[in-house]
């Protein structure tokens, strides 16, 4: 791998993993298509998780504080702000792990992450049928559905962050304060990714530092705009824009495979 490689990858990672557009669909497609191409290495991809993670950290670093101060102080709000994403990480944990090995099976399979992608962007354009709500408070059923969908995106083509906020508006939840849950629940879903993933470092050569840090960056910074541009899209209610880009990558890889 060199530098260059790194910093596609990042910026690949950055954008797909929050934008509705599924990174796993994508790095599944890029392996069958680019000539090549192939999955980096674990050490490299829990690289590119920290970096987004710092990314998520950083957009939502104020929420988090008042969510810790507040839990410890008792305010009411971030509370059960804080409780609500553990309600909610708890259906994503029980179905990452009691299907992890089928998905493990099927990661490879370019036509399962190109279906995958069409029900995403069904999925999304769904929501622009949908009376937005104004509720900006989540309920515990609206965590566990919440919850539930991103265990469901453990599959390639099926976009966390597209389901957790589509799930959302169905549930009449403010758009915006359906992605700030959404970002806000990706950070256990995204340690616990890393948990994984970190047992097996010891099964890869280590490189030049260089490209990892390359690679953090990039993801780090893509990830950065890419929450920046999806919270200013669902201020202006565009979600279902989305919906097309996955149809057309999805119905392309279909036609050339």
Request: proline share 2%; with cysteine.
């Amino acid at each position: 791998m060199n530098n260059l490689t790194a910093l596609l990858l990042g910026v690949m990672q950055g954008v797909a993993e929050f934008l509705p557009i599924s990174s796993s669909g994508h790095l599944v497609i890029a392996q069958h298509f680019i000539k090549g191409f192939k999955q980096p290495g674990i050490l490299f991809d829990v690289v590119l998780h920290v970096g987004t993670l710092v990314s998520t950290l950083i957009y939502f670093r104020r929420d988090i504080v008042e969510i810790i101060k507040e839990f410890f102080k008792g305010g009411r709000d971030n509370k059960k702000t804080a409780i609500l994403i553990i309600v909610a990480s708890l259906p994503t944990a029980i179905i990452g792990l009691t299907f992890k090995d089928y998905v493990e099976t099927v990661f490879s399979s370019v036509s399962i992450a190109a279906a995958m992608l069409l029900v995403t962007g069904l999925i999304l354009f769904l929501t622009g049928f949908v009376t937005r709500g104004h509720k900006d408070r989540l309920g515990f059923l609206d965590a566990i559905l919440i919850g539930t969908a991103q265990g469901i995106a453990i599959m390639p083509g099926i976009s966390r962050s597209g389901v957790t906020i589509s799930t959302g508006i169905f549930r009449k939840i403010d758009a915006e304060e359906a992605g700030r849950f959404s970002f806000l629940l990706s950070i256990p879903a995204i340690l616990g990714a890393l948990l994984i993933e970190s047992r097996h470092i010891s099964l890869v050569e280590s490189g030049s530092a260089s490209f990892y840090i390359v690679g953090a960056v990039a993801a780090m910074v893509a990830g950065l705009l890419s929450i920046h541009f999806l919270m200013s899209v669902l201020r202006s209610k565009r979600l279902a824009y989305f919906a097309v880009y996955c149809w057309i990558i999805g119905g392309i890889t279909f036609l050339v495979i």
